[in-house]
């Protein structure tokens, strides 16, 4: 296997141009769906490898605690320098656990602190805030969803834009976004390759929600006004870690984005044009990168298996 057993930890770099031109060719509901599972697979792909490199490259140190088997010179050659990247390993799998750890913590606490700070108002769909902050987020709450904002902020919006915050919101809460963009999170964390499908997952999810409610509201430039003055006159919501609560995005993009024509319905760009074949390109080498990184990590996997204990 070679250098091959390395695969896993870099090929999340050719997740890069399809995050681009996903983000620029596909409808945000797909570009959602597709770049969160990519992130998810290679993410786990990635530190499946890190284990296991862990595991080959330790296993025939003196006074570690694994089979002696483990450290059968078949299994050790099948990883180039297995003692250097064996201990490398360690260190590097102990901050993807921290990491994802303290990520899972801290969006469980704002969550409880974002569920705290409604107490005691009525339990209804809409929570308004009485405060002079202008705010307003989706807080997923099982069953009864709320979306919560400040009166603040409502005495900025017009009737019409009103509508359109609420249905934007209620569109995050709809479509489950927070579990689109807790996975980018946790990714992110098990891999800094995967960061710009992180970036790109928060900027369509929100694009997601402003075409749900350019549908609902029946006008793209009332949504559009209404996302420019809620940017332009919010500050930052009192729970700005929990993954619920969407990113905004590149703001001039998604206000250019509701001023031009809707996206095609098309879950994909028609084949023969240059988007098409770029997509695809991209999509092919995303999904060999997956496969290769899923084959190295199952062949360490069955090493180990193999080898008597």
């Known amino acids: 296997m070679g250098v091959f057993v390395l695969l896993p930890l870099i090929l999340p770099l050719t997740a890069w141009p399809i995050a681009r031109l996903a983000t620029q060719h596909l409808h945000p509901r797909t570009a959602t769906g597709l770049l969160s599972a ?26 570690n605690p694994l089979p002696d088997g483990w450290s059968d010179p078949e299994v050790r050659e099948s990883v180039p320098h297995d003692e250097i990247v064996g201990k490398a390993a360690i260190p590097v799998l102990l901050a ?24 005691g108002l009525r339990d209804t769909p809409v929570a308004i805030l009485p405060d002079d902050e202008p705010y307003a987020y989706a807080l997923p709450a099982g069953p009864r969803d709320r979306v919560v904002v400040t009166t603040a902020l409502l005495a900025c919006l017009t009737s019409r834009e009103r509508r359109a915050l609420f249905a934007h919101e ?9 579990r689109h963009l807790l996975i980018v999170q946790l990714a992110a964390r098990a891999n800094p390759f ?25 006008s793209r430039k ?26 905004p ?22 084949l023969f044009t240059a988007a098409s074949l770029a997509l695809w390109s991209a999509a092919a080498a995303a999904a060999l990168s997956a496969t290769l990184s899923a084959n190295s990590a199952m062949t360490l996997l069955l090493l180990h298996a193999a080898t008597p204990l």
């Open 170 to 178: 209620r569109a995050h809460l709809t479509a489950r976004h927070h």
């Open 249 to 270: 995005g590149p703001l001039p993009r998604r206000v250019a984005a509701l001023l031009a024509p809707p996206p095609s319905a098309r879950t994909w760009p028609p």
């Open 38 to 63: 990519m992130a998810a697979v290679m993410a786990l792909c990635s530190t499946l490898c890190l284990g296991l490199l862990m595991v080959v490259g330790t296993a025939q140190l003196p006074g």
């Open 194 to 218: 995967l960061l710009p499908l992180r970036t790109a997952v928060s900027f369509v999810t929100e694009r997601w929600a402003d075409e749900e409610a350019a549908q609902s509201v029946g």
């Open 96 to 119: 993807v656990v921290i990491g994802c750890a303290r990520t899972l913590w801290r969006h469980c606490r704002v969550r409880r602190q974002a569920h705290a700070a409604l107490a």
């Open 222 to 247: 009332a949504v559009a006004r209404a996302i420019g003055k809620a940017a332009l006159v919010s500050r930052t919501t009192p729970a700005p870690t929990l993954a619920a609560l969407a990113a």
